[in-house]
């Protein structure tokens, strides 16, 4: 069964940076898609970006596009989201995901049957 395991989580400053890390265990191959997604304090989980493991493909919220890049390292089962000029709204909880929906668009939370225990990301003004 896979398991995901985020970290890199903190407190910053506006403008400042952050890099988070997605380790899957327990899955077979390097095909599919992961995500990571957001949920701020008292709000639902939002789509933040997604990659294609085997295509690199990638897609983003339109909240963080030029500001966040989503990377994979196939031989370390590992996901990275990369976010720079952060900003006080980028304050969540992020989680990564493993998509297992293949029919369902990929910024759908529904689309995802794996998820990490959550990182917290403070952005302070």
């Known amino acids: 069964q896979e398991q995901l395991v985020e970290s890199g989580g903190g407190l910053v400053q506006a403008g400042g940076s952050l890099r988070l890390s997605c380790t899957a265990s327990?899955?077979?191959?390097?095909?599919?898609?992961m995500a990571w997604f957001r949920q701020p304090p008292g709000k639902e989980r939002d789509f933040v970006a997604s990659i294609g493991l085997s295509t690199g493909s990638t897609d983003y919220a339109d909240s963080v596009k030029g500001r966040f890049t989503i990377s994979r390292d196939n031989a370390k089962n590992t996901v990275y989201l990369a976010m720079n000029s952060l900003k006080p709204e980028d304050t969540a909880v992020y989680y990564c995901a493993s998509k297992t929906l293949t029919y369902l668009s990929v910024q759908m939370a529904r689309a995802y049957g794996t998820w990490g225990q959550g990182t917290q990301v403070t952005v302070s003004s």
């Open positions: 327990g899955r077979t191959g390097s095909s599919g898609i």
